[in-house]
């Protein structure tokens, strides 16, 4: 009896409130959850510039699909450095020339559009790793809005070498494999550090695609974009374009 008259004075409380009075409490109510996601946003980032990331959204829902996952955790400094000159040439020759977004990269892709080219995608291995690492798969708005603010997030607290770092680990090559270190010892039967020039051309040229582009054997496509890679890696190598991670 006692907690129904509570419930119900509640209730009228509310109700008398002016509509002044209510939007308050709902703007404030709205302010405190966004300062907190903020805030959690912010001790997420931060802590895995130290700490590995655990898992991902991709491999839960790779595993709640049946896959096995496999992602052992490899430090950038038993990574070949081939395969972070082959990402950078294959996925972002500018990465370690912008703070994560590549605003020149968006213009270009949109005048080529204008112009009657097909849309090509901007996105940066910052914004890759940002995804991968802390949201999910998918488009829309709000996927996109929070992997900016994450993306800004990472090129704040982390170097770019420990973007990279995450980036090879978390980065899905198929088959339930997440990371160089896995990818390396499925397709090629060898440690991550131990990578050539060419398999490491090969595995950056699938990771677009990795459930469609394969490297035992690759396609015509494949075999093609694996050549412009080789190709893309003089450059990158020429040019320091992968000096902010790979030591001279």
Known sequence: MVRAAKRKSSKKNWSERSALD???????????AGVSVVALSIIWAGSYRIVAPPGTLTMLQRKMSGDVIIHPWTPLSEISPYLVTAVIAAEDTRFCLHNGIDFKAINDAMGEAQNGKRLRGASTISQQTAKNAFLWNGGGWVRKGAEAWMTT??????????????????????????????AAKARFGKSARHLNKQESALLASVLPNPHKWRVNPPGPYVRG????????????????LDACVVKP
């Open 22 to 32: 209510r939007l308050t409490i709902v703007l404030r109510g709205a302010a405190l």
């Open 225 to 240: 974009r694996v050549q412009t890679v080789r190709k893309r890696m003089d450059v990158v190598k020429r040019d320091g």
């Open 153 to 182: 997030l990472i090129e704040i607290f982390w170097p770019k070498r420990r973007v990279m770092e995450v980036y090879l680990n978390v980065a899905e090559w198929g088959d339930g494999l997440f990371g160089a270190e896995a």
